[in-house]
């Protein structure tokens, strides 16, 4: 029996929109990972780029557990004498929300040309508009209805 290996022409990619209200960082960050991966698909391959689009719309309204708002840290760094700059993610939240997302998911992706191929393809927005004219397709896919159930996903027609 032969391996079937897929072909990048053969994968046509969905768009996914994801509301962050109310939703843990962690474990919105993991789902939003795979769907950039392509791990839902039967016919994944880890060195193909088979993931979908994702849109996250209210990044201000994502909350973490315990004591994280006021403790956890966010560093940058400028490469120059003292150029280190410490937040906590409250501050980051005020200032930048987008960001917490985007380096939570960059976080959980492979390092790699691959990896740099599916952030690409995550959009992060503050609140509830989406911003066409940074999405290449004016006709995204619908979300199965059942994922939209368990997963409080929103349609996109």
């Given at each position: 029996m032969k391996t079937l290996f897929p072909k990048q022409e053969c994968h046509v990619p969905k768009w996914f929109v994801i509301d962050a209200t109310?939703?843990?960082l962690g474990r919105l960050s993991t789902e939003i990972s795979k769907l950039l991966r392509g791990k839902e698909t039967s016919f994944f391959t880890p060195g193909v780029n088979q993931g979908n689009y994702v849109v996250v719309l209210n990044a201000?309204?994502?909350?973490?557990s315990?004591?994280?708002?006021?403790?956890?840290l966010y560093?940058?760094?400028s490469t120059r004498p003292g150029g280190l700059k410490k937040e906590t993610f409250k501050q980051l939240k005020?200032?930048?929300p987008t960001r917490i997302i985007e380096q939570s998911v960059k976080g959980m992706?492979?390092?790699?040309?691959?990896a740099r191929s599916y952030y690409r393809r995550l959009f992060v927005y503050c609140d509830n508009?989406?911003?066409?004219s940074q999405i290449s397709n004016d006709n995204p896919q619908a979300i199965p209805f059942?994922?939209?159930e368990s997963y409080n996903w929103i349609k996109v027609t």
């Open positions: 109310g939703k843990t201000n309204k994502i909350e973490i315990g004591k994280k708002e006021n403790q956890k560093y940058r760094n005020n200032r930048i992706l492979s390092k790699g040309v691959l508009k989406i911003n066409y059942d994922l939209c």
